[in-house]
């Protein structure tokens, strides 16, 4: 069975300082991974995805197979930057995805 | 603002009775998934439809229902016999081809007194 982790709940760190939001997965298959961000008041929507290699809003996120992970970074954080942040799984076939359980992230001024 | 719709944004049922949250979109999406939010858990899958008139169940699906009759339109029933219904439903669609990025519904919260 597929199975996403993300192990903090919370994160907290000041303005400026790395962020680093962890993700692990199980996956039989070859994974399409992604992470969603709800911001406050707003709706769960899509950050960035493993196949792009995109940078969206300064954060990056590099798919480790032999880890099975697809932490997700940023070198400067910003106080915009506070939301839940969702890593999933995309399961071939059915599309639906496999979310983790989430990580608020607070940047403090 | 167009996209995917949830109506109503809160809703209160009594313990016994049957609920039908409606989720619509005008996106031209195939698919249509049903997930639930409750805290410290993440989003479990429901239900997910492919296709008009047919549809599967996700993980948790015992004591929902749901219909696809209209390509816009994927509405979810919680019934009676949904033990823990009280919690956060999200609606999301998606293409089946191409980019297959989920587009989430803004949520309807049921609370069951």
């Known amino acids: 069975a597929q199975r996403v982790t993300q192990p903090e709940k919370l994160l907290s760190v000041f303005k400026g300082a790395p962020v680093e939001l962890k993700c692990n997965y199980s996956?039989?298959?070859?994974?399409?991974l992604f992470w969603y961000v709800q911001y406050s008041r707003q709706r769960l929507q899509l950050l960035l995805r493993?196949?792009s290699r995109e940078s969206i809003k300064g954060f990056t996120a590099d798919l480790n197979k032999g880890e099975t992970s697809f932490h997700l970074k940023k070198p400067f954080a910003q106080e915009e930057d506070s939301a839940m942040y969702y890593c999933a799984l995309s399961s071939t076939g059915r599309r639906a995805l496999t979310f983790g359980s989430g990580t608020r992230l607070q940047v403090q001024p | 603002d167009g996209g995917i719709t949830q109506s109503p944004k809160y809703l209160f049922r009594k313990e016994g009775q049957n609920v039908t949250l409606s989720c619509e979109q005008n996106?031209?999406?195939?698919?249509m998934y049903w997930y639930r939010q409750d805290p410290g858990q993440g989003l479990r899958l429901i239900y997910y439809s492919q296709i008009v008139n047919d549809f599967q169940k996700g993980d948790i699906a015992e004591g929902y229902s749901v219909s696809r009759e209209k390509k816009e339109s994927f509405p979810l029933t919680v019934t009676s016999a949904q033990k823990n219904p009280t919690a956060f439903y999200l609606c999301?669609?998606?293409?089946?081809?191409?980019?297959?990025?989920?587009?989430f519904g803004p949520g309807t919260r049921l609370t069951v007194l």
């Open positions: 999301a669609s998606t293409q089946l081809q191409g980019r297959d990025e989920q587009f």
């Open positions: 996956y039989s298959g070859s994974p399409e």
């Open positions: 493993h196949i």
């Open positions: 996106l031209n999406h195939d698919a």
